[in-house]
């Protein structure tokens, strides 16, 4: 045993492996019951030792392990080599582990190999020669009849080994109908191998047994490697057909073609496929309503499909088939079920819309339009509220001129006729239409028999005459006149007509749109003449037809109107004109510039054009040149020599007409590379109109009037007499006492006056305060910003504005007193307004009553003394006011 000597130290080790496994997981270890194999001294690889019985010890194990690695255990518990085995001793012994790491559980079993001994079975006394026999450890083919009726136990088939020679062998088998699902179906003798079943089989349950058939000695050792068996079970037709659907619902058109297709029945059978036993045969054995026969199915794929071209829904609605399905292809023995098909017919458009009459008669009167005259019902014995029910009209004949339309009700399905275009009495007294009925959907019925009598109707529509104003027919009309005709040519003559009696007689014109006024028209005659000169370039837009307007009335008011287009036609009464006025040539850049030319008058009358260099200098001779460039266009170059300034050449343009005109050109030619870069700008001409010439003029007038009037009233005041010394001084004091005072106020021009516009407004200056309704107020010059002289409001009181001199009133100055009133008046109601023109309460204070007056009077500029020391306060005042101070010390 000295080569088991490194096997003995793996052995070892895997004990020491799978020992520290046991530790980890705290399995318990338990051994189960010793198996002995006996085999032969040598064995090669992959040779089956035996088989153990696993479930036996540990069940539930998910891990097997051999504590030997020249063998290898199999989850169904055979034991095979792993490597060729030769035994030297007798026995050899090996462990096999197995574990349920769920349950933290172990077992082991003990295996012993032994040395196989031969037991000679005693050969027959007869048997004297030894023969060579075929191996019998081979599948076999075995099948076993579905539903068999026994007897059972009933065999199958036996299994044998060639290994019964050498070995006493007992059988055995597994898998399904053995140890799976169905448990105990199949058994095996364990002696003589023979294979039997205990009961009846369903192949439709199980089609196929896949059985594992072992030879082993009673020791346990398999003399053959496990042999699968394969039991078939053969059908038998129990399992009729059946439909898929116990009532089918199909559809199918009214008045289908012969072979059109209904629908498709299907049938199942659960017995074995491609055989009799599923061959299916599908038949009609019934049909209602009975007669005739509509439909017919295909035997061998269920196709139900027309027969007849009877269906008609009108008729009959609705069919019911029963339907039959027969498997062993129909034959009477074969198994059949049944099932109903419901075949609905669907409505088509096989009845035509049908008149109730022939012939309809209504009335409408003229000029109307938009308006229903006639209601047409019609018959359909299609299926109501289909597209082969619903009707639709048409106008056949007599609609020529559009005067009518008819439509579709949609709840009652009848025909509308309308008017939609007026008609004239006086032309047609009465109009016959030709009506035809169709359906939204195309006729599928017969084509014989579609266009009848019924499918057409007659409408005779009478016009009621009424009584209409004139009518301007045409509505356009049109008229040529040339260009340029003298005042007073005569156009045309515009007629409208009574429709009644066809005459124009009793109608008046007028002209309800001119635009440019160029046109008049007799008012009882309707003759056009034109007013003034017609100019075709200055119609709106140019070129285009000029329209005029022109009413007709009668005698009762009512009226038409028409359109006079007038074309007019072109003369040549207009020169080609030169667009440009300055040019700009970059030196030497540009070697010439182009210039163009239009003509207002039609092409006959214009292009090509004929530059040319009119009455030039000698020097514009010699520097330039113009050549024709196109029909309206010519270009202008200059010679190298030519100097950078500006030059000013005419230029004659002239029209296919000889119509020409002569236009100068400013051309500056300088050093540059763009036009741009030249800082010469061109000469502006400002032309005057007639109204700016004739505001100019109005302007100086004025301006004289305005210098007149002063040196008048300068002359007239040096005349008269002279303003008081003392007046200036008074007009500049400034009041700010509070004691009563006269009721008076001095104005600044020394005059006084009544209450301005009502308004109790005087001038800047001190008022005298005095007792009145209970209450005494004074009115105090307010100076503000840079004024030197303000204008303030009264208290609420009627003064009047006099001049006071020495104690006496004068009105001297009666002249220059009706010139400054109004003035005056004004300035002094603006003054009295803040910025939203709203009664300013700044320049008029008002002050409580404080007792009685001081003595002395009031210190006012209106005061009848004269006190020049109370003009001190003047020495004080800032720069701004010295000149305001000295006027006012002047004596």
Known sequence: MAANGPRSSLRGALCRQLLLTLVVFSFACEACKKVIFHIPSKLEADKVVGRVNLKECLGSADRIQSSDPDFRVLEDGSVYTAHAVVLSDEKRSFTIWLSDSKKQTQKEIPVLLEHQKKVLRKRHTKETVLRRSKRRWAPIPCSMLENSLGPFPLLLQQVQSDAEQNYTLFYSISGRGVDQEPLNLFFIERKTGELYCRKPVDREEYDVFDLIAHASTADGYSAELPLPLSIRVEDDNDNRPIFTEEIYNFEVPESSKIGTTVGVVCAT??????????RLRYSILEQTPGSPGIFSVHAGTGVIVTVSRFLDREVVGKYSLKMKVQDMDGQTFGLMSTATC?????DSNDNLPTFSKNAYETSVEENLFNVEILRIPVEDKDLINTTSWRANFTILNGNENGHFSISTDKETNEGVLYVVKPLNYEENRQVVLEIGVGN????????????????????????????????????????????????????????????????????????????????????????????????????????????????????????????LVVKIKDENDNPPEISQSYLVICKPKMEYVDITAVDPDEPIHGAPFDFSLANASPEITRLWTLVKFNDTAARLSYRKNAKSQDYFIPITVKDRGNQSTTKTL?????????????????????????????????????????????????????????????????????????????????????????TVNNSSQGFCGTMGSEVKNGRQETIEMVKGGNQTLELCQGAGHRHTLDSRRGGTMERDHSEWYSFTQPRLGEKLHLCNQDEDHMPSQDYVLTYNYEGRGYPAGSVGCCSEKQEEDGLDFLNNLETKFTALAETCTKK
């Open 666 to 754: 400013t051309v500056n030619l300088c050093d540059c590379t763009h036009p741009d870069q030249c800082h010469t700008f061109p000469p502006h001409r400002a032309i005057l109109g007639k109204w700016a010439i004739l505001a100019i003029l109005l302007g100086i007038a004025l301006l004289f009037f305005i210098l007149l009037t002063v040196v008048c009233g300068f002359v007239s005041a040096r005349n008269k007499k002279s303003f008081p010394e003392d007046l200036a001084q008074q007009n500049l004091i400034i009041s700010n006492t509070e004691a009563p005072g006269d009721d008076k106020v001095c104005s600044a021009s020394g005059f006084t006056t009544d």
């Open 269 to 278: 059978d659960r017995d074995e496929p491609d055989t009799m036993h599923t």
């Open 440 to 563: 939204e959907a195309p006729f599928t019925g017969d084509v014989t028999g579609i266009i009848t009598n019924m499918n057409r109707a007659f409408v005779t529509v009478h016009v009621k005459n009424q009584d209409e104003g004139p009518e301007c027919i045409p509505a356009v009309q049109y008229v040529q006149i040339k260009e340029n005709s003298p005042v007073g040519s005569k156009i045309k003559v515009y007629k409208a007509y009574d429709p009644e009696t066809r005459s124009s007689s009793g109608l008046r014109y007028k002209l309800l749109y001119d635009p440019k006024g160029w046109i008049t028209i007799n008012e009882f005659s309707g003759s056009l003449e034109t007013s003034k000169i017609l100019d075709r370039e200055a119609a709106t837009p140019r070129n285009a037809l000029y329209n005029v307007t022109v009413l007709a009335i009668d005698q009762d008011g009512r009226s038409c109107t028409g359109t």
């Open 342 to 346: 419901i075949i609905t017919v669907k």
